[in-house]
């Protein structure tokens, strides 16, 4: 292997915190040259987004979420998606995502590729999808802590916002440079 002279070899592990949506491990590694360290890692499941794109008469929209987060404290507008559940494939929680966040169905759904959130810190993967010819079937099905506001938004808006307000979720941000690989999302 060509860089194998950079792999630590985990030792041992050991799992100190536990809640709804991760837990943290801390882990025993070794390094190539066989010094020891201890490294906390975050496990959480993987997450789907998807990239709804709707063709109306005044120009191509994405469909987004506007919602609460906590980390920032503040209002965030962002692609749709969430937590794959276990046994879910990628492809299955973001059609669930899309249709429970938006009340909308793909009837096209494209995987753009996958990322590692934080890979210094963070176990999980998170799966970006094109979401095209929508259908609008009127009924989203919030989870009890869910409260969100569905808004069709120029794309060009998006493209120039994102980096601002509403626009500060890192994570759509790397889903729009999949999106706009496409040549803006074909």
Not at 2 to 20: F, G, M, P, S
Not at 68 to 90: I, N, Q, T
Request: aromatic residues 8%; contains cysteine.
């Amino acid at each position: 292997m060509k860089h194998a002279h950079l792999i630590w070899n985990e030792i041992d592990a050991k799992q100190v915190y536990k809640c709804r949506v991760f837990s943290v491990r801390d882990t025993t590694s070794e390094a190539p040259d066989g010094t020891k360290n201890v490294f906390s890692v975050i496990d959480a499941p993987d997450w789907a987004i998807v990239i709804p794109v709707l063709d109306t008469p005044v120009g191509k929209r994405f469909l987004m979420v506007r919602q609460w987060r906590h980390g920032s404290r503040s209002l965030s507008l962002e692609f749709p998606g969430g937590v794959l559940e276990a046994g879910e494939s990628d492809v299955a929680g973001a059609k669930r995502e899309l249709a429970e966040e938006t009340g909308w169905k793909a009837g096209n759904i494209i995987k753009l590729g996958e990322f590692s959130p934080n890979p210094a810190i963070m176990s999980n993967r998170l799966h970006v999808f094109l979401a095209k010819d929508l259908i609008y079937t009127g009924k989203q099905d919030l989870d009890d802590d869910e409260y969100v506001d569905v808004e069709q938004i120029p794309v060009d808006e998006v493209l120039k916002g994102m980096g601002k307000e509403p626009y500060i979720h890192a994570l759509m941000a790397s889903a729009l440079c999949l999106y706009l690989a496409l040549g803006s999302g074909a």
